[in-house]
Each structure stands twice: as structure tokens, then as C-alpha cells.
């Protein structure tokens, strides 16, 4: 039987012959991983954990002990001593870590085109989007470079690159997991996640994250999202969305489509991430202004401008956008909609593609709900279409949607043709921490 550290070092090389062009990793301590890879070997076999061997790519602005925290910055840089604690859960349980993985600059961006680490492509077609913030992480999964990947989700970071890689990931509610040691986009928006290839996968690395057991119900009504911004998307999300509503109803699932759109509501949470987000660049920006990309520049300069009263504003349109959709969604466990509204677009990406997405993943970031992203297809250009599964009240029924969906459709098990091809045939490349 092939061992662990045998698996890690044939994946160290895969890496090193397929990641140039896609640019997922941006620190890898090969000698590190073969090292930890060797520990986990030599654990007896009854006291391994639930993720033994599994292989975990994390996002570069969570703290792994060894490799440089940067969170995609020309100028930012701490050297963990110690894993956050959702990195040290899933080393316990078993998991290993590979390396670092490419972002968005300071997670603030939906395309991860970073001026400072390079753009991350997507393993579909390079020549497109990942999505962003967490496309590295997104990207590792979807190409085979890791079972598992850690992101994180203010506005979409997760579902996005969920989306439009092909593969699955939870958005947790907010504050369901602990936040230290990761860099903040916006405290009280910000949530850290798993991807991986199947809900089911994901469901298991959450219940590590937890220490808990995500409870089996059955979900027998759910609604579909509609009017607004949900039937704005592009005919072939919709067409996605039909199919996938159909799986669902054959599986006995009643779906009930409701109206509900909010346009106030992408302006409030935006105001309300730019007046937290102020608070953590502010420290920084005078000093490092110019170091900054031109795109995150702009946003910190926007979101330092923001005021109190604007805020407390939109704290008003919030709460009472939450109150409408409690009304309407109130007799639901789970609403569905499209997580995003097109196939990924060719790099580089025009800025409407932002404006278009981040009204449809508003909703459940402003309320703090919980959301599994599944695939559902693909597009005209054969890239991967998803769909988000909101949990309105316990995520444990976005599980149970996103499982029996995927218990009836294979788009989950649905690889890249250009890196699932790709067989390793160079040596190890040994890379440093940058």
C-alpha cells in the first residue's frame, strides 16, 4: 500500500509540473511537507484521524506555522509560529498541509488577478477567471492539487470560486468558526470554510472544524429565489437552475419558487464591510499607500471615507431587508439561487463582472447565514456553472439539499480535462517559504 509520504511527494511533483500556469500556490516547503507526511505515517492505525492523508491546500491569509503569512500583499508579512485553529483542527484530524495559496490582495477582490503574486487561472481554461478572493484555494481543488482547501467567504469569497471551478465549499454562518489568526477582510462579515470536489467531503472537514456532528434531517420543501437579480443572471444559469430543480423535485424534494430581491441591500452590507475594512488598512495605508494594487487601493481610499452615521444607515436597510426575507423564506429550511450569475469571464476581468456577482451572494453574508455551493452544469464555453443552497437557519439542512443533489447528479465528480490528463514528469521541484 502506497504510504503517505509516497502519495505527498508524487503530489509535490504533479505540483511542480502542472501549477506554473495556474499559479494556485505561492509557498510550499516541500521538505516540511514530506516531513509532517512521514509523521502521519507513523501514527498507529487506530489512532488516525478522520482526515488521515488527506492533502489541504490553505488560503494566504490564514497562519500555517512555517510559511509566510503575506495575504497577497507586497508589503505585509508576519511568520507564524503557530496554526490558526482552523488549520491546527485539521492537522489534528489528520490532514496535510501542502502550502499557501494564492488571493486576492488583501481578500478584497473577486477575480484573485493579484498585481503582487500573479493571477491564479482556472483549471477549466487558464485563459479565464478563478473567482476570488479564495481562487487559489478553489483552483488547487478543482485541478487535483489538494483534496481539500481552506478560503474564506465576506462577499462571496468561497461561493465564487465555488462556482466557477466546479466544485463544492461551505460559506459558515458567521461566527460559527474561530477567526484567529487570519488576516480580517471585515470582522462581523468574514467566515473561514472548506472546498472540495463533494458536499459530502465538505460536510466532514466542517464537522472537524466544529469538534461536532452535523445532525442527518430531512429537508422535504425548499424554495428558489426569484425576481430581481436572481432572473437577471445569464439564460444558461437559469437553464442550470431549472435542471437543477428538477433532480431535486424526481428525488421527491417539493421546490416552491418565491419572489424576493432587496436593491437596497448590496450598497448597506457594502457600506458596512467598507467602514470594517477601514478599521484594519487604516494602520497601514499612509505608510503603504503606494504599495497597494490599483484596485485595492481604490477600495481602501473609498472605504476610509465611509461614516459612522452611513454605516448605522445601513445597519437600518439591513435589518429590515432581514425582516422582509424572513417573511418570505420563514417556511423554508433552505432557499436556492445562483451563486454566480455567468460562466467565469477571460482574464482580465472587466469590473462588471464584480458588480453583477456580489449583489447575488449579499444576502446571506448580510444575514450571516450559512451556505453550501454546489456545481450544476456547465456554459456554452464548457466552463462550470453553481448554485448556492442557503441554509436559513441550520446548515446541517444545506447539507442534506447539497448531498441529495449530488447523491442524483455527477457534476461534482466532473475533473478538468487538461490537468486530469497531466501525469508527473519532473522531479521534485523544491520551492522556498517567500
Excluded at 445532525?215 to 422535504?220: F, K, M
Excluded at 424534494?253 to 436593491?263: A, K, N, P, T
Excluded at 429590515?320 to 429550511?333: D, Q, S
Amino acid at each position: 500500500m502506497e504510504t503517505i509520504r509516497e502519495r505527498a511527494r508524487e503530489l509535490l511533483v504533479r505540483i511542480g509540473t502542472i501549477d506554473a500556469p495556474l499559479n494556485c500556490y505561492v509557498a510550499i516547503d516541500d521538505d516540511a511537507v514530506l516531513r509532517d507526511a512521514a509523521r502521519l505515517d507513523a501514527i498507529p492505525h487506530g489512532e488516525r484521524g478522520p482526515l488521515h492523508g488527506w492533502t489541504l491546500a490553505v488560503k494566504d491569509i490564514i497562519d500555517v506555522a512555517g510559511l509566510p503569512t503575506r495575504a497577497g500583499s507586497s508589503f505585509f508579512r508576519r511568520d507564524p509560529q503557530h496554526d490558526a485553529p482552523v488549520v491546527a483542527a485539521l492537522r489534528a484530524a489528520g490532514a496535510l498541509v501542502i502550502g499557501k495559496t494564492n488571493t486576492h490582495e488583501f481578500a478584497w477582490g473577486v477575480t484573485t488577478e493579484n498585481p503582487h503574486f500573479g493571477r491564479s487561472a482556472n483549471p477549466w481554461d487558464p485563459a479565464r477567471t478563478v473567482g476570488g478572493s479564495s481562487g487559489g484555494s478553489g483552483a488547487a481543488v478543482a485541478a487535483g492539487l489538494a483534496d481539500i482547501g481552506l478560503g474564506s467567504d465576506t462577499l462571496g469569497s468561497i461561493r465564487i470560486p465555488a462556482a466557477l471551478n466546479g466544485i463544492s465549499g461551505l460559506r459558515p454562518a458567521t461566527h460559527a468558526l474561530s477567526l484567529e489568526g487570519i488576516f480580517p477582510l471585515a470582522l462581523g462579515l468574514d467566515t473561514v470554510g472548506p472546498f472540495a470536489h463533494d458536499v459530502e467531503t465538505v460536510r466532514r472537514v466542517y464537522e472537524v472544524l466544529t469538534g461536532g456532528m452535523v445532525s442527518a434531517i430531512a429537508v422535504p420543501r425548499v424554495c428558489r429565489l426569484r425576481g430581481g437579480g436572481w432572473d437577471r443572471v445569464e439564460p444558461v444559469v437559469t437553464a442550470a437552475l431549472d435542471d437543477a430543480v428538477a433532480v431535486l423535485r424526481a428525488g421527491g424534494i417539493l421546490v416552491d419558487e418565491i419572489r424576493w430581491w432587496d436593491d437596497a441591500l448590496m450598497g448597506a452590507v457594502a457600506t458596512v464591510q467598507q467602514r470594517a475594512a477601514a478599521g484594519v488598512h487604516a494602520p497601514f495605508f499612509t505608510a503603504h499607500q503606494h504599495e497597494y494594487g490599483a484596485d485595492v487601493r481604490a477600495r481602501v481610499t473609498a472605504a476610509l471615507a465611509v461614516t459612522e452615521s452611513a454605516e448605522r444607515a445601513a445597519r437600518e436597510i439591513i435589518a429590515r431587508a432581514r425582516t422582509a426575507w424572513n417573511a418570505a423564506t420563514g417556511e423554508y429550511a433552505v432557499a436556492l439561487a445562483p451563486s454566480v450569475g455567468m460562466e467565469a469571464p477571460l482574464a482580465p476581468v472587466p469590473a462588471s463582472f464584480r458588480d453583477e456577482t456580489l449583489p447575488l451572494v449579499a444576502p446571506a453574508s448580510g444575514f450571516g447565514l450559512p451556505v453550501a455551493a454546489v456545481p450544476i452544469g456547465f456554459g456554452g464555453a464548457g466552463m462550470p456553472l453553481g448554485m448556492q443552497i442557503i441554509a436559513t437557519r441550520d446548515v446541517a439542512a444545506a447539507f442534506s439539499i447539497g448531498q441529495r443533489f449530488q447523491a442524483a447528479t455527477d457534476w461534482h465528480a466532473r475533473r478538468p480535462p487538461a490537468v486530469s490528463a497531466g501525469a508527473p514528469d519532473a522531479t521534485t521541484h523544491v520551492r522556498s517559504a517567500r
